[in-house]
């Protein structure tokens, strides 16, 4: 992780209250500092008195000081997105807490949000959040309509399996596997990969099944063995505490978190206590623009602060 303990304000950053930014998929914790100062959301959760801790997850170029794997081990990549809502993020949630001694507000953009509302789902990391922010929120991808995120959904027929058949662990959209499976995806009829960082994702499970599950490892032995069924078991979204405080938002030209597919996780939160929900729709906001976005910090990050000061 990083740490901005204060913005330009200064003050004691000892009595600053802690914020977690958690990255999306194909990405790391640059994500919340491509902007100008005034315009990334560190940067400006920094000015207005947060705490603001960043994450770099699994995969990344910060996370290569594996204590006995090298990143071309195989085994360096046995993992899915699974064990990030499993392990990695109440681990870093709760090093925040330990840290700082005090609960924290998160932020998370895509696959951060998909990887918290697993969590969020089966009761963790609630006892030690006061509140979420998620942006561009993934919980279902059945209506995505970006062409290349459907190509290459279609592509992987299972967990990894394509990879596996090349004989590659790594997924890396710069190297010569990357590149060449990226050219013949941008090839298909009717994909444009102009905007490659917001059509592409890793999270093709979900649009193929149309559900969240915990890891598929392949047949009904296997999944047997580690969960004792046939199936791996789905997260459900309704589980999630009705009293946690939720802010999402999500945009009505985006491609990947379809306005239909963010209505299926609000049927989810039908329940959730009326005064612990707020929604916001931003109509002109493709994916990228809640992170890039030059006039984000008016129409998204002044709210969100605003969430965050009403559960502190």
Known sequence: ????????????????????????????????????????????????????????????RWSHRHESLDTSDPAYWAWSWDELASFDLPATVGFVVQQTGQKLHYVGVTFGTLTALSAFSEGKLVDKIKSAALLTPVAYLTYMTTPIGVAAASAFSGEGRMLGALGVAEFDPKGAVGTNFLESVCAMPGVNCYDLMASFTAT?????????????????????????????????????????????????????????????LLNDLSNHDADKLVVQLVKEYAHLDFVMGVNAKQVVYDGLIAFFNNHS
């Open 204 to 264: 093709y499970k979900l649009f193929r099944r149309g559900v969240i599950t915990k890891y598929d490892h392949g047949s009904s032995m296997a999944n047997m063995a580690a969960y004792g069924q046939s199936s791996p078991p789905e997260y459900h979204m309704p589980n999630i505490p009705h009293h946690l405080p939720l802010l999402l938002s999500y945009g009505g030209g985006d491609m990947l978190s379809d306005v239909k597919d963010v209505q299926l």
């Open 1 to 60: 992780m990083h740490r901005i303990p204060q913005g330009r304000g200064g003050g004691n950053p000892g009595k600053r209250q802690p914020v977690l930014l958690q990255h999306g998929v194909l990405m790391d914790g640059l994500t919340w500092l491509l902007n100008p100062p005034q315009q990334s959301l560190a940067f400006v959760l920094a000015d207005n008195g947060f705490d603001v801790w960043i994450t770099h997850g699994r995969g990344t």
